[in-house]
Nanobody, 117 residues
């Protein structure tokens, strides 16, 4: 059974930090590009960041560049999103996505991040 389980969300004050984790199982983790996508209340999904299969290439939305960092650990089959200097506009449900070049496409259940004073 394929599973993507996000964790690490919560409530934090502006300027604070959180680290999201996405634990993957049930598929060949090393063959999948991994991404984070968020959805704020009343808005559509927004792509946040991605990392390629080998971890050597990372990509960020302009809105988070310089504040967020994506990484992956193949031994733990986990992808991370380190979020620093959080802003109220970062408030959203954050979803983990795994996508392969042969058509595999999996999503986690999401984890809530709330940035508020």
């Amino acid at each position: 059974e394929v599973q993507l389980v996000e964790s690490g969300g919560g409530m934090v004050q502006p300027g604070g930090s959180l680290r999201l984790s996405c634990a993957a199982s049930g598929f060949t983790f090393s063959s999948y590009d991994m991404s984070w996508v968020r959805q704020a209340p009343g808005k559509g999904p927004e792509w946040v960041s991605a990392i390629n299969t080998g971890g050597g290439s990372t990509y960020y939305a302009d809105s988070v560049k310089g504040r967020f960092a994506i990484s992956r650990n193949s031994a733990k089959t986990t992808v991370y999103l380190q979020m620093n200097n959080l802003k109220p506009e970062d408030t959203a449900v954050y979803y983990c996505n795994a996508r392969s070049r042969t058509g595999g496409d999996y999503w986690g259940q999401g984890t809530q991040v709330t940035v508020s004073s």
